[in-house]
């Protein structure tokens, strides 16, 4: 026996030793990455600015994807506002001659693709050469794709041009068939993200803003291909109906690419525009390591902050996502820096707790005595999102940002049915009248509802209130344009919802003029977490189970499962916009 113990122990002993050496590798790993990673980049002549694949445009430090403890995804991510910056420098720089864009697939928002269109856009009027080449090529990446003076595609290859559409997925019929009770208090006939659990097909109301709403986004991102392409709108129309561009043939014939050539060719091609020697390097530099090339750049002095705001809004204190506590603190900071004259709130948002979003909204009204505060908006600011813009000296949108839903929603769903045809029942002892008014197998009160609507219906005033004395309207004016409704920015501008439609740089100058700041830099926040403290934020064992499940399940399906499952998600009266919308 006593041997027997001496193995086991021998044996823990050994595993905890190899798991400690494990760890201390892991970690020296990480180090020398990021060692690496410092070194200075050095931009060779006659080179050629890469858009490629491994390229991830994100609004915020916080939407950066890391696996497991920390390790990145093999995909880089670049900051919009970064992205912009490095286009508008090489549009001077010597050494570039010219922009490549070699996306398949695009990872970046709608309103994000806009803006780097824009970008190159003005680029191409230093005279200086756009080429764009295509294999299995998704709509977003052809929205972008398209800009170029010169689009290649694959022989075998194909464009997945389609327009928009949405599917609306109905749960009523489900709940009652397995005897889940769903209580749903709302304002607004198009707050539509309770609509899955009232009925099982689409509300006319939904139906309404739905097709206003894509038709618009269509509208805008449409016509600049077709003026791209100098094709005709209706015959555009055509070719996105026929599916004509999934055949690279006809891809060809009606325009959508200028030559079917192969990835060495089209290398082949650009070397020529460069006067390169089919067997010379060709010099391609990528966004990420572009930026790398300037990064060290003296940046003391004066500094117009840009505060990121991304994802759904939460009560408490995280890293990914907009939580109060932590923002309150970005804010108070922002506000006691001396050296930060003024603020821009880029908010990417569909929205979230209505008690959070009042404690941002607060905080953001008290830097806003101190220094100008202007809000710029990204894909999404929609219900809360909207709600913490209404600090703003100015709102700027971009056309295709999902604005508004001005709204509020409860939702408390409940399982007595089911649990009653399982043998599963509860009695209540309680203190007070409605020590209990909500519970999972009871269900809600008469009075809990009474409560829960009185409650719905002082937010929702509560939430007019500030938009009117923002926007400079009356509550009914606000009230005809709320009631849930969700607008494109153009939308937006034309019915006083914002000031100007205009980008994040459009954003960070007029803050800059309005401070006074003729000489500046910008400083991004929340700050990038470094490798070792995404590794200790990992540890927590909940957030790693939360990874694994939303690695094998998704990102989109795991929000879904949040919205379920999550306590702190239910528990709150809700400003949030139901869906997002890709140019998938």
């Known amino acids: 026996m006593r041997s027997f113990f001496k193995n086991v122990l021998a044996n823990i002993v050994a595993i905890v030793i190899l ?72 549009k001077t720089d010597d050494n570039i001659k010219g922009i490549s864009i070699e996306a398949d697939d695009l990872n970046a928002g709608l309103t994000q693709i806009d803006d780097l269109r824009n970008a190159i856009e003005d680029f191409k009027k230093s005279g200086k050469f756009v080429y764009a080449y295509g294999n299995a090529v998704s709509q977003s990446a052809y929205y972008l794709g398209s800009v170029a003076d010169q689009y290649y595609l694959h022989p075998a290859g194909g464009i997945e041009l389609k327009g928009l559409a949405t599917e609306v997925t109905f749960f009523k019929d489900f709940a009652d068939k397995y005897g889940i009770g769903i209580e749903v208090i709302r304002h607004g006939k198009f707050k539509s993200a309770v609509e899955p659990f009232l009925r099982n097909d689409i509300s006319p109301e939904n139906k309404e803003q739905l097709s206003t709403l894509l038709n618009d986004l269509w509208k805008n991102t449409s016509n600049k291909m077709a003026v791209s392409r100098k094709i005709d709108t209706a015959q555009f129309r055509t070719i996105v109906d026929s599916l004509y561009g ?176 399982n043998g599963i029942r509860a009695d209540v002892v309680a203190t007070n009248a409605n020590s209990m008014f909500y519970s999972g197998l009871n269900g809600v009160t008469p009075y809990g509802v009474n409560m829960m609507t009185k409650s719905v219906e002082g937010t929702y005033k509560r939430f007019v209130h500030f938009v009117t004395q923002n926007r400079k309207q009356t509550f009914e004016q606000i009230d005809s344009v709320g009631g849930g409704r969700v607008w494109s920015g153009v939308r937006a501008k034309q019915i006083g919802l914002v000031d100007e439609l205009g980008t994040l740089n459009d954003a960070v100058k007029f803050a800059a003029q309005k401070a006074g700041l003729k000489s500046y830099h910008v400083d991004s926040f929340p700050k990038k977490m470094s490798p070792l403290e995404q590794i200790f934020k990992d540890l927590n064992e909940e957030d790693v189970s939360a990874r694994i499940i939303k690695n094998k399940i998704g990102k989109s399906n795991y929000e879904i499962l949040q919205q379920i499952t999550d306590k702190k998600l239910q528990s709150d009266i809700k400003m949030e916009m139901p869906y997002q919308i890709r140019i998938d």
Do not use: H, W
């Open 246 to 421: 999934m055949i690279p043939e006809q891809g060809l014939k009606y325009r959508l690419a200028d030559k079917l050539i192969q990835k060495t060719e089209y290398e082949n091609l650009v070397k020529s525009k460069l006067s390169i020697k089919e067997k010379e390097k060709l010099n391609k530099i990528s966004l990420t390591s572009y930026i790398s090339s300037y990064a060290d750049e003296d940046k003391s002095g004066e500094k117009v902050a840009v505060l990121y705001a991304s994802g759904s809004i939460n009560n408490g204190d995280g890293y990914s996502d907009i939580y109060s506590d932590k923002y309150v603190k970005y804010i108070k900071k922002l506000q006691e820096d001396d050296k930060v004259k003024a603020v821009v709130f880029r908010i990417n948002s569909p929205g979230g707790s209505a008690n959070a979003s009042d404690e941002i909204l607060f905080e953001l009204q008290q830097l806003k005595k101190k220094k100008p505060l202007i809000v710029s908006f990204g894909d999404y600011a929609a219900s809360g999102g909207y709600y913490v813009a209404m600090a703003a000296d100015k709102i700027y949108s971009e056309p295709n940002t999902l604005t508004g839903s001005i709204g509020v929603f409860g939702v408390l769903p409940y399982y007595k049915d089911i649990a009653n045809k």
């Open 19 to 90: 798991c400690a050496l494990f760890f201390i590798f892991f970690i020296m790993m990480l180090v020398f990455s990021s060692m690496g990673s410092d070194k200075s980049v050095v931009v060779k002549k006659n080179s050629v600015l890469t858009i490629n694949l491994k390229t991830n445009i994100i609004d915020s430090p916080t939407e950066e994807e890391m696996g497991l403890f920390g390790i990145s995804s093999q995909n880089k991510s670049i900051l919009l506002y970064d992205a912009l910056e490095a286009i508008n420098k090489a």
